[in-house]
C-alpha cells in the first residue's frame, strides 16, 4: 500500500530540511510579511521549517497538513523552542475556520501537490474566504524541468542515533496535456546494516502556466498580483525549474 508523508518520509523531510534551512525563502517571505498585524496561516506546515522561524520573529502563525506524523514532528520542533501554535489536521480544500488571517503562505510549491485540478482550485477559493479583506496570499510554485521517466535519484541520511535513511525516488507517469507528473519514492531505515522498516509512496504533482495562474487568482477575487522568481521581488520568471512566487490580494 502506497502512503503519503508518513512515518519515514516525515523523518526525512525533517533530516533534509530542518528548522530554520532556507532556500531564500524565509528571509523573503519575512520582508514580504513585514506590514502584516493579523494572524497568518501555513497549510501543509510540514516539520514547522518555516513556521518556527516566523514564530521567533513574532509573527502570529497557525499551521495544519494532511499527515499526522508531519503535525507530531512540527509539535515537537516547536515545543523544543518554547512555542505553542495552534496546529491541526486538514486539508487545503475543506478546512474550515471562523478565523480570518492577514496573510496564508505556501512555501516551496507544497501547493503542486493538489493533483486534481478542481481541487486546487477549492483550496485557492477556500484560502480566499479565510482571509481578511486586503489580506495576502503568498505561494510558491514551479514548471519542472525533469520528465523524465524512468529514471532513479538515490539519497540517503544518517540521523543523531546513527539510522541511515534512504530513498528511491522514480518519476512513474508524465501527462504533459493535463499538466502532472507522479512520482514513487521507496524510504528505508537501516540500523547497524540491517533493513528496519520500509515505505512505499506516491507524489502527484500539478504544474501551472505562469499566465494561467494569474488568471485563476485574478477570477477567484484576488487582485494586485505580483509574481517573483527565485525571491527576488517582481522578476518574471524565464525557464523551468525557476521558484514562481505569487503575491495576491484578497478582495471582498
Known sequence: MFG??????????????PIGSSFGDIEYYTERLA????????PAVGTGRMMVPLLEKGFQVDGFDVSQDMLSICRANCEK?????TLFEARMETFSLEEKYGAIVI????????HE?????QALENFHRHLENGGKLI?????????????????????????????????????????YRVSQGRYEKWRNGKLIATELE??????????????????????DIHISTDYQFDIYPTQAGQTITFEATATK
Not at 81 to 85: E, L, T
Request: net charge negative; hydrophobic share 35%; charged share 25%.
Open 4 to 17: 503519503y508523508y508518513n512515518s519515514l518520509s516525515s523523518e526525512v523531510y525533517d533530516l533534509d530540511k
Open 35 to 42: 506590514a502584516c498585524r493579523g494572524h497568518i496561516l501555513e
Open 81 to 85: 523552542r518554547g512555542f505553542n501554535p
Open 107 to 114: 512555501p516551496t510549491g507544497t501547493f503542486l501537490l493538489i
Open 117 to 121: 485540478r478542481e481541487t486546487s482550485l
Open 139 to 179: 505561494v510558491d510554485l514551479f514548471i519542472p524541468s525533469e520528465l523524465e521517466m524512468g529514471k532513479v535519484s538515490t539519497r540517503m541520511w544518517e540521523s543523531d542515533n546513527g539510522d541511515v535513511l534512504t530513498v528511491d525516488s522514480t518519476i512513474v507517469e508524465v501527462d504533459p496535456i493535463k499538466q
Open 202 to 223: 506516491r507524489y502527484p504533482l500539478r504544474w501551472y502556466g505562469v499566465e494561467e495562474f494569474r488568471t485563476i487568482l485574478e477570477q477567484i477575487g484576488f487582485a
